[in-house]
């Protein structure tokens, strides 16, 4: 079974400021899709950005971004100029091409600093 | 276009009894999958529903079963509960045949089980 990692448990930055939450995978298969979701105390997981494999272009949505390395295995999301609403949990996600299932990693809490 | 919604909020159950879990998956979408969060981990699959059949299933025992109804909405339940059932239950809706199927969740129900 497909594996994703995400070994920051807690991440925290100055409002305004540049953070980047990391994520690993592993799997055998080339065309896979890679998620960031985010998940605010009122629960409900949002999706913020999305990554096909077959995309050498990496996602961007706003002021979130990705750095997508598929040779690594690395999935990357980076937020800039980070407001107090980006405060929440954020997991990383994996469903492969051909399947209905998704993985997630044990996610990254992230505290913004005013 | 209305989201996904979730029926109860909260739940409380003893030991050994069967619970319902209710989901209305997001208009137009014609999947849904459930989800099982512990406290301070990712979701973890359950199973999905599609065209009222189970469409995949994740490392759960058969006392975890569903339906999916003519409207795309779904049930989870849950016989004979056990203490580790307490967790918050995710429904997440998708819309088959689309390229990513991106899932779109509910808030969740919070299952406690004494």
């Known amino acids: 079974a497909q594996t994703v990692t995400q070994s920051q448990p807690e991440m925290s930055v100055q409002e305004a400021e540049t953070v980047t939450l990391s994520c690993t995978y592993d799997?055998?298969?080339?065309?896979?899709?890679l998620f960031w979701y985010k998940q605010p105390p009122s629960r409900q997981m949002i999706l913020v950005i999305r990554q096909e494999a077959y995309k050498q272009q990496n996602a961007t949505e706003n002021r979130f971004s990705v750095n997508f390395q598929k040779a690594a295995k690395s999935f990357s999301l980076k937020i800039s100029d980070s407001q107090l609403g980006d405060a929440a949990m954020y997991f990383c996600?994996?469903?492969?091409?051909?399947?209905?299932?998704?993985?997630f990693g044990t996610g990254t809490s992230l505290t913004v600093i005013p | 276009e209305t989201g996904v919604t979730q029926s109860p909020t909260h739940l409380i159950k003893t030991r050994g009894q069967q619970v319902t879990l209710r989901c209305s998956s997001q208009s137009g979408h014609n999947t849904v999958s459930w989800y099982q969060q512990a406290l301070g981990q990712g979701p973890q699959f359950i199973f999905q529903y599609y065209r009222e059949e189970e469409n995949g299933r994740g490392n759960f025992p058969p006392r975890f079963s569903g339906l999916q109804f003519p409207n795309y909405s779904s049930e989870l339940n849950v016989n004979a509960l056990e203490l580790d059932d307490s967790a918050l239950y995710l429904c997440a809706s998708s819309l088959a045949g689309a390229v990513v199927r991106e899932q779109y969740f509910g808030p969740g129900t919070r299952l406690t089980v004494t």
């Open positions: 799997t055998s298969e080339s065309d896979y899709y």
């Open positions: 996600a994996y469903r492969s091409a051909a399947g209905n299932q998704f993985y």
